[in-house]
């Protein structure tokens, strides 16, 4: 049985640092890219960051370039997501999606930026 679990999330205050991780299990996570999304309510899901499997190159949406880091280590089959200067804008329950030939998603999880 494949599950892709984030955790990590929480309140915090504006500038604030939190660091998301996904861990997934039942798959190869190996050969696996790793996409971060969030979403909030009535919107679509908003692309974040990827990684690709072998951890070499990664991808970011241009509101989160310099501020988020996604990293990953496959020993652990878990990826990360690393926030610093958060906004009140970042609030959103962040995705964890792994994708080869088939697609999972975690169920997310809550991140609120508020002072």
């Known amino acids: 049985q494949v599950r892709v679990v984030e955790s990590g999330g929480g309140l915090v205050q504006p500038g604030d640092s939190l660091r998301l991780s996904c861990r997934a299990s039942g798959i190869d996570f190996s050969i696996v890219t790793v996409e971060w999304y969030r979403q909030t309510p009535g919107n679509q899901r908003e692309w974040v960051a990827s990684?690709?499997?072998?951890?070499?190159?990664?991808m970011y949406a241009d509101s989160v370039k310099g501020r988020f880091t996604i990293s990953r280590d496959n020993a652990k089959n878990t990826a990360y997501l690393q926030m610093n200067s958060l906004k009140s804008d970042d609030t959103a329950v962040y995705f964890c999606k792994t994708l080869s030939t088939t697609t999972y998603w975690g169920q997310g999880t809550q991140v609120t930026v508020s002072s």
């Open positions: 990684i690709s499997f072998g951890g070499r190159s990664a």
